[in-house]
Structure formats: structure tokens, C-alpha cells
């Protein structure tokens, strides 16, 4: 259940292992699955994007069916069902819970008609939360705990999301990684309870290795990316705790900060590098190098 990266990885990689027995996509939203991220970076910006991972022939020629604007509002793992909104209920043989997550709104803007939630800089006040907000169906004021007013003609709130699981609740099911305590259960992607773009990718896909029975994937060492003020920022590895090297571009904003602890390499952390930059780094990782030493 759901049609965001996770569930969109997992059905790519069965077929690609040759897995040919029907897959089923149902997801709240109306669309084909699409990548967030854009949304709030070249979207926002008003960048022409088009978000969607594949094309709605993919999943034809893939045999996968679309079940769009199908919200899961309960499990049944007894009967190996998921009920949907309206009532109908799907069986499956094996189900994978990748429902995302949800947007936490703040109290004192709920009910106004000119508040949603999207990642942005917009309106941002550092050092002083929101006491409350003033306006009848539409924001008109913040008042800030500092005392400052702030007039609106909208508020975008971006206060974190937690996972989509309400419509497990009755179900009894806990969701640690992709394997549940539930047979043929699994889940991925935020509903496990975090973890960024990459990691409900490899979780997606390592969904699919397990329903046909294959070993996992070799592990992939930690990694996230990030647009920020039009610089890509990309790690791999883990740099707490570490030294770093850091080579600059003479000119521009770009650097490579190359990480080492206990005589290794633990972390690479790049700014507006290359793919084939991105690869190499991984390379550095996978198996962990040791330093050469000079002589005394």
C-alpha cells in the first residue's frame, strides 16, 4: 500500500528479477507515484518538472496495476486483507506497507483555509515560535512568543511529518524495517519511521529480493543528498566522530570533504560535484580502504 519511491523501487526490482505474478499499486492521491523532493525545490521555484518516476504506459507494459485515489483505512492480516476507503477490500498473497508519511500541523493554524504544508524558507523566523494565529476562515496574523506580529496572505507550515500507520492501528502490526511481525507483511519508506530518498529506495527494492526468496543486497553505506540555495550537498558514510580533509574549488562554491577515522575512510560529504564524483566516493566505501602510511 502506497504509491511513493518505495513502493515505486520495489515493483521495479521484482520485474527486474523476473518476477512475473500480479502486482497491485494503491495509493491515496490520484496520480501515478512521483518523487516529492522537486515539489519544494525546482517546483516551488517554477522550474517546468515533471515528478513522476515512470510514465503511466510503464505500468502497463509492466503488467502493474494502478489503483489510484485508494486510500488504506485498515488492515486485516487474518483474512489477508486491506480494507480501502468506501469499503472494498483487497486480498494479497504478500503486502508491503509503504503508506509515507504525513505533515505535522501545528494547533493554532488548524481549521484556517490558507495553510498547508510545504518545505520552504519562506517566512522564516529563527529564535521565536508561534503563540497563536488570529483571522476568522483565513490566517490573518502570527503572533510570535517574542511578541512581533506577522500579517499573512499565507502560511506554509513545515514542522516534520510522521508516518502514514493510523489505519494500522487496529491491525496490532509494529513496523521496524521491512520485515513485520505479521507473515507476509512487509513495509518501507517513511512509514517505517524516517530515513531519507535513498533509503526507501534500498528498502523498496530489498522488499522485492525477499518476496522471491533471494538474500538481501550487499549493505550500502549511509547516505543522503540535499538542494540547498541551489548547491547539491551529497554524503556517503558516516562523518561523526571523523577527521576531515576538505578540498575547495578555486573558484565557485564546490568542495569534497573526505573523512577519515581510525586510519579509514568513513565518509565522503560533496557540494555541487558530479555523478561520476558521487561513484568514486562510494567506491572509497565499499570495502573501507586503509590509509597508506609513509615511512619513518
Request: aromatic share 4%; with cysteine; proline share 7%.
Amino acid at each position: 500500500m502506497g504509491g511513493g519511491l518505495a513502493a515505486q523501487r520495489c515493483c521495479e526490482t521484482l520485474r527486474a528479477l523476473g518476477h512475473a505474478g500480479p502486482i497491485t499499486i494503491a495509493g491515496a492521491e490520484g496520480s501515478e507515484p512521483y518523487d516529492r523532493p522537486p515539489l519544494s525545490k525546482e517546483g516551488l521555484a517554477g522550474a517546468a518538472t515533471e515528478p513522476r518516476f515512470r510514465p503511466r504506459s510503464w505500468y502497463a507494459e509492466h503488467d502493474v496495476q494502478l489503483r489510484l485515489g485508494a486510500a488504506a483505512v485498515r488492515l486485516r492480516p487474518g483474512a489477508r486483507t486491506v480494507e480501502l476507503a468506501g469499503g472494498e477490500r483487497l486480498r494479497y498473497d504478500d503486502l508491503l506497507v509503504a503508506t509515507g508519511s504525513r505533515p505535522v500541523m501545528l494547533p493554532a493554524l488548524a481549521g484556517f483555509a490558507n495553510v498547508q504544508a510545504l518545505r520552504t524558507r519562506a517566512q522564516m523566523r529563527l529564535g521565536a515560535a508561534l503563540e497563536s494565529a488570529r483571522g476568522a476562515d483565513r490566517v490573518q496574523e502570527l503572533v510570535l512568543t517574542d511578541g512581533s506580529r506577522i500579517a499573512t496572505d499565507h502560511v506554509v507550515v513545515a514542522v516534520g511529518v510522521r508516518p502514514a500507520t493510523e489505519w494500522l492501528d487496529a491491525s496490532g502490526l509494529e513496523l521496524r524495517g521491512i520485515h513485520t511481525a505479521l507473515p507476509h507483511v512487509y513495509a518501507a519508506g517513511d512509514v517505517t519511521g524516517g530515513g531519507h530518498w535513498e533509503a526507501a529506495a534500498r528498502q523498496g527494492a530489498g522488499v522485492a529480493r525477499a518476496l522471491l526468496g533471494l538474500d538481501p543486497a550487499p549493505p550500502a553505506p549511509p547516505s543522503f543528498w540535499s538542494d540547498q540555495l541551489g548547491l547539491r550537498l551529497q554524503c556517503v558514510g558516516e562523518p561523526a566522530g571523523a577527521h576531515a580533509t576538505i578540498a575547495a574549488d578555486a573558484e565557485g562554491r564546490g568542495f569534497e570533504a573526505v573523512y577519515h577515522r581510525d586510519g579509514r575512510v568513513s565518509a565522503v560529504l560533496l557540494a555541487d560535484r558530479t555523478p561520476a564524483d558521487l561513484r568514486a566516493a562510494r567506491r572509497l566505501l565499499t570495502p573501507e580502504p586503509k590509509l597508506e602510511r609513509s615511512a619513518a
